[in-house]
């Protein structure tokens, strides 16, 4: 079966659906099935107004005197803009939120455009992780590539413990190719996400060198790893002897982002080295801390790192 | 992960409201603390506020009638830190309101500007009547309650001379609009008329009354007066000013799009309505006009139309609102030249790039050149903020394009060597700040985001604090004309 031309179609029915709802006047004529629904009981449950203001009785209580007679305790609401209140604070609620929240059901199910739109979303996270990294990009920034000991994408996701390790050849080759005990080691790595590399590795990684330059800290020589793990920094700690590491890693994608980047930091990585003194900056991208402002943040958190000696929770220990 | 407390940073806020007639103090230490958890980016945050010193109310001392007593005002002031316990260098942010009338007056700038340096160095707010609508809602509670509950909700802020009202709707203002209504625009002596306002003249005159000074203070026309500005209070609410209402509007007519639900009354008029004030105020007589509006507008039909909700604060509204709702911290990201700050009263120019890099780009140049003509008419070197907003998602090189531009229009200022200001409305400060650092801006850079401003307004940009954020007050407007 052609995934390409399956995708396409799906999207196709998605924006239509969509462009659909929005040219309907009223949300609640916009499918007729529920209409058929909601004669039932359960339908009209759900279509009862929730209380005014519960709170403001409570909070602002109205004592004195002197206050002028309400001419009638209750304020006779128009049925219609009872609704438009009510759609109002949904929107409110879902401007704080990237889950799907108040998209409505058929039955006891979900409509169509949000399972298909869901079943889009979930399609594009496993892409993520069985895409690869244009050559371009590592070209681009100039990083050499090496190889964990995994020999597939398969093997990658049933065996983290070989995407901790370096094959033999990439050891040679850093060792060769990289400066030795840098201040810092800028390692890139594919990940779990292959599209949060190729969306957001340049803008993280210019505005990161340009951040350390700033400061006046020294880079060792940057690389990419395909198919890396977060805890392989260890190993390239011990071969490089860098202070710091940080890396530059694709993130498990989510139903929210697939393609969302993580820099994973460490003093002095070493073999041996504990999880707790790891520390994470994740959700790099478009839809979370914008890629450019993320690398200018990481410059000023390495150095401090470099000041305390220490990361993850030793790091929080120090600071004090 | 018990033992981790999160770092708490506390900064003390002072608010002053030197008013028509009364002048109060407030001091207050704000509780900052990162709230993104110790791994995360930082997220500063104020969270909690806590007052520790409420003044009595003053009445504001006058050298004569359109002058405030600026020596008299700064004694106030002192003995009010001393009773406090404070000194004026642990106040880091805080807003000196200058309301009503007073503001309006040749002596306010002065003020503001004398009591900057000598009873403290913090951030300073001249009020215009917008401005002091918008800070008296959120000292009387309407602003919460509009954000709970969703009603639209206007703040009636009353004092001795003017009538500051502000509608909001959740966190939205929706607009303002002020009043020549306020208990001081009639006063007596002796249960006679011994003062009457220039507003008030005209309006006698507009509506055939006889009153003059040395009538009786039982006089009809005071009854007349009063509720007639009850009923303009009314039509201004539902926003039908009529061609008689004119001579009591301060500046434009009422500006909010959706009607009002709920009614808030704030200010002195409002002490008048709920007495919450435990001791009454010693040193102010009600020998103006002041009790005679509250019983119109207690009585007034047409008011009870709209709910009314006790404010949580009558006269100190404004003073509480000045303390301790006009700070706000900027993001953690973001860059600023410590030597330069504080920077004060600075206008904000907005640049909106309209979602377009390439375009915004190309027209900033014109713009900027605009800016410096507004702000800057006399050649002055009044520095100003640029504002950017509207800008598309970026890249790293677009920022590069983007900090070049700045550096080049930046050089069009006549005094090119001012720091460079800027807000981001996205979340970029820091990245921009690095970017003009590389590229070797020869001046100062100061940088940063999360801070809600618009065209117009003016800031005052605080002192670096621990946790590498800055407080910010930003000021609607600052003297409005007259
Ligand atoms: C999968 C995952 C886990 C898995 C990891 C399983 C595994 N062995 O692979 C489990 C469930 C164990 C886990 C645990 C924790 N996680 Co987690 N985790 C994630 C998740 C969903 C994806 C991470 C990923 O894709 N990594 C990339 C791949 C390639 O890395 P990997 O080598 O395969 O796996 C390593 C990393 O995932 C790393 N790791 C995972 N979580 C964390 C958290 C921290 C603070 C650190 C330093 C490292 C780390 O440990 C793995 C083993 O070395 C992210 C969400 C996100 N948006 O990133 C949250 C996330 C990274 N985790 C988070 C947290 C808080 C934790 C815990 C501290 C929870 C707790 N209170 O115990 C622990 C700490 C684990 C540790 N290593 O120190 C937060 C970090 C927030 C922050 N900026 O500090 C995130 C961002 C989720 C969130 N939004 O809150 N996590």
Redesign the interface.
Known sequence: MNEQLIQTITKLVVEKLKSNEVSQPSAGTADVQIKLHSKQATGALTELPPPE?P??KV??????S??????SAV?PQPAEKTIS?QE??IE?LKKKTPSRIGVGRAGSRPKTNTWLQFRLDHAAAVDAVYGEVPDKILHQLDLFQVQTRVKDKEEYIRRPDLGRKLSDEAKELIKKRCAFSPSVQIVTSNGLSAKAIEENL??VY??LV??L??LGIETGTPFYVDKGRVALMDEIGDVLQPDVVVMLIGERPGLVSAESLSAYLCYQPRIGTIEADR???SNIH?GG?????????L??LIQKILKYEAS??SL??K?? | MAGFQPKKEAIISAGIDIGTSTTKIIISRFSLMNVAGSTHVPRIEIVDKEILYKSPIFRTPLQDATTIDIKGVELIIRSQYEDAGIQSSDIETGAVIITGETATKQNAREIVHYLSREVGDFLVAAAGPDLEGIIAAKGSGTYDYALKTGRVTANIDIGGGTANIAVYKRDKLLGTCTMHVGGRLIEFKDSTVMSISPPIEQLLKQENKSLRLGDTNRHPDIKFIADFMADSITRVLAKEVKAEDEVLLLGHKPNWNEPVEAIMFSGGISECMYEQEITRPSDISYNDIGKQLAASLQSNRRLTEWDWIEPEETVRATVLGAGTQTTEISGATIQVAPDELPVKNVPVYKYSFHGHLEKGLAALGQSIKEAINIYDSFQEGQNFVLYLADLPYVGFKDIQKLARAILQVMELRHDPEQPILLVMQMDYAKVLGQTLLAMNARQSVICIDQINVDHGDYMDIGRALQSEVVPVIVKTLTFHSS
């Not at chain 1, 002197?66 to 001419?71: L, N, Q, T, V």
């Open positions: 203001n709170n403001g909070t602002f209580h109205q004592t004195t002197a206050k002028p007679e309400k001419k304020h209140k109002e604070f409110e340049e803008d210019l505005s340009q951040s330059g700033n520390m994470v900056v478009k801390i914008p890629p450019v402002e993320a690398g200018a943040y410059g000023t993850g929770v929080v220990k600071e004090g």
